[in-house]
């Protein structure tokens, strides 16, 4: 794209018809949502939500190492061509940016974070080890005294903006997951090579990323370069000041000033509900000739719960419509799992058929949408 030519990211091809949410550098964008909708269930990569701190790195294949470290009895390091070897799984599975929306919630009142619009997602296959295979290789088969976290940083110096001494050294973007999600098999967390079949694009993480079903994509460290067992949750600046929901009264000042940003009960991991109408698309007009108008959208959940409702209203919430959905992922169990422990990773889609005549009825000023899982 010649709007990255005279930005570190140049080398790296992209799609013209992404929208920016920061200029030119570094590129944060998401797609159109009619045009990724149309896509189907499995989007393409080309037009899969980027979300970047910094230039994206040039990482070598070949040289690329992951360092296993931290309080493990068998610490090790591992390259791209070790890694791929090892046993693997291949699953679709939904990467949402925390803020997707927020471009709606900024309207209200204006946050710290970019206004992204209703489409910071991407629903996609990837493959990769799971990661408790790792950890296992490294002597850790269960939490306990020095193991309750796993510390998860990309490359160092890569950064503008850490703390002395953090997790992932300086200059990184690190985070932390427990380690009972990371060794639990139903939770899925990959160390991932691939999306779609193919090796990971720049702008997703080449040569390997963590993914972790139904978390933030906050989380999800691109470029992975150390896994650490720790005993408390990762010190990384970006762990603390980034993927923070505070209190209505609390703003960064303040937050800042009385520490709200280490405070761990504040901190977003999993993935609330939400979703989203992506027809009529923005600035469509609807022939009034028409007897019906198809509505059409998608929505998600965390954790992996299953959406089991996405409804519609036209009367400002006073009554709420019942929408099909349609599509959506088989359930995913772990080996030895049943019941419950179905995981749902993906985003659904769903459609209502409606009179146009509900539209031009006076009562009919905006049309709400809600989507509801199995919690």
Same mark, same amino acid.
């Given at each position: 794209?010649?709007?990255?030519?005279?930005?570190?990211?140049?080398?790296?091809?992209?799609?013209?018809?992404? +929208?920016?949410?920061? &200029?030119?550098? =570094?590129?944060?964008? !998401?797609?159109?949502?009619? $045009? @990724?909708?149309?896509?189907?269930?499995?989007?393409?990569?080309?037009?899969?939500?980027?979300?970047?701190?910094?230039?994206?790195?040039?990482?070598?294949?070949?040289?690329?190492? +992951?360092?296993?470290? &931290?309080?493990? =009895?068998?610490?090790? !390091?591992?390259?791209?061509? $070790? @890694?791929?070897?090892?046993?693997?799984?291949?699953?679709?599975?939904?990467?949402?940016?925390?803020?997707?929306?927020?471009?709606?919630?900024?309207?209200?009142?204006?946050?710290?974070?970019?206004?992204? &619009?209703?489409?910071?997602?991407?629903?996609?296959?990837?493959?990769?080890?799971?990661?408790?295979?790792?950890?296992?290789?490294?002597?850790?088969?269960?939490?306990?005294?020095?193991?309750?976290?796993?510390?998860?940083?990309?490359?160092?110096?890569?950064?503008?903006?850490?703390?002395?001494?953090?997790?992932?050294?300086?200059?990184?973007?690190?985070?932390?997951?427990?380690?009972?999600?990371?060794?639990?098999?139903?939770?899925?967390?990959?160390?991932?090579?691939?999306?779609?079949?193919?090796?990971?694009?720049?702008?997703?993480?080449?040569?390997?990323?963590?993914?972790?079903?139904?978390?933030?994509?906050?989380?999800?460290?691109?470029?992975?370069?150390?896994?650490?067992?720790?005993?408390?949750?990762?010190?990384?600046?970006?762990?603390?000041?980034?993927?923070?929901?505070?209190?209505?009264?609390?703003?960064?000042?303040?937050?800042?000033?009385?520490?709200?940003?280490?405070?761990?009960?504040?901190?977003?991991?999993?993935?609330?509900?939400?979703?989203?109408?992506?027809?009529?698309?923005?600035?469509?007009?609807?022939?009034?000739?028409?007897?019906?108008?198809?509505?059409?959208?998608?929505?998600?959940?965390?954790?992996?719960?299953?959406?089991?409702?996405?409804?519609?209203?036209?009367?400002?919430?006073?009554?709420?419509?019942?929408?099909?959905?349609?599509?959506?992922?088989?359930?995913?169990?772990?080996?030895?799992?049943?019941?419950?422990?179905?995981?749902?990773?993906?985003?659904?889609?769903?459609?209502?058929?409606?009179?146009?005549?509900?539209?031009?009825?006076?009562?009919?000023?905006?049309?709400?949408?809600?989507?509801?899982?199995?919690?």
């Amino acid at each position: 794209d010649e709007r990255d030519l005279k930005t570190p990211d140049n080398w790296v091809k992209r799609h013209p018809n992404l +929208i920016r949410l920061t &200029g030119k550098h =570094p590129f944060n964008v !998401e797609a159109s949502l009619p $045009e @990724l909708y149309d896509y189907g269930f499995i989007s393409p990569v080309n037009l899969h939500i980027v979300r970047n701190h910094g230039a994206v790195p040039k990482c070598d294949w070949d040289t690329h190492k +992951i360092n296993i470290c &931290g309080n493990v =009895p068998k610490p090790f !390091e591992i390259g791209m061509d $070790e @890694l791929v070897k090892m046993p693997s799984d291949t699953f679709p599975c939904l990467v949402v940016c925390a803020g997707n929306r927020r471009k709606e919630q900024n309207l209200v009142k204006s946050s710290i974070g970019f206004s992204w &619009g209703p489409c910071a997602i991407g629903n996609t296959y990837w493959t990769g080890v799971p990661l408790r295979v790792l950890l296992n290789r490294a002597g850790i088969h269960k939490p306990g005294p020095g193991a309750r976290y796993v510390c998860l940083a990309g490359p160092q110096n890569e950064l503008p903006k850490d703390y002395p001494d953090q997790d992932g050294g300086p200059g990184s973007y690190g985070t932390s997951i427990d380690m009972e999600t990371a060794l639990d098999p139903t939770c899925d967390v990959i160390v991932a090579y691939e999306q779609n079949g193919a090796k990971l694009h720049p702008d997703h993480g080449f040569p390997v990323r963590v993914i972790i079903p139904g978390y933030i994509g906050g989380r999800m460290i691109k470029f992975l370069k150390e896994i650490k067992v720790t005993d408390r949750e990762s010190n990384n600046f970006y762990h603390f000041n980034d993927n923070r929901v505070l209190p209505p009264p609390v703003d960064a000042e303040r937050a800042t000033e009385e520490g709200w940003w280490f405070k761990p009960e504040f901190i977003i991991n999993q993935l609330n509900i939400n979703g989203a109408i992506a027809y009529p698309a923005p600035e469509e007009v609807i022939p009034k000739s028409q007897k019906t108008y198809a509505f059409k959208g998608y929505a998600y959940s965390g954790g992996g719960r299953k959406v089991i409702r996405a409804e519609l209203s036209f009367d400002q919430g006073l009554s709420w419509e019942l929408s099909d959905i349609h599509t959506r992922e088989e359930p995913r169990w772990a080996d030895f799992s049943s019941g419950d422990k179905a995981r749902h990773w993906c985003w659904c889609m769903w459609t209502l058929e409606v009179p146009i005549e509900k539209l031009l009825d006076k009562k009919c000023v905006e049309v709400c949408f809600r989507a509801v899982d199995q919690s």
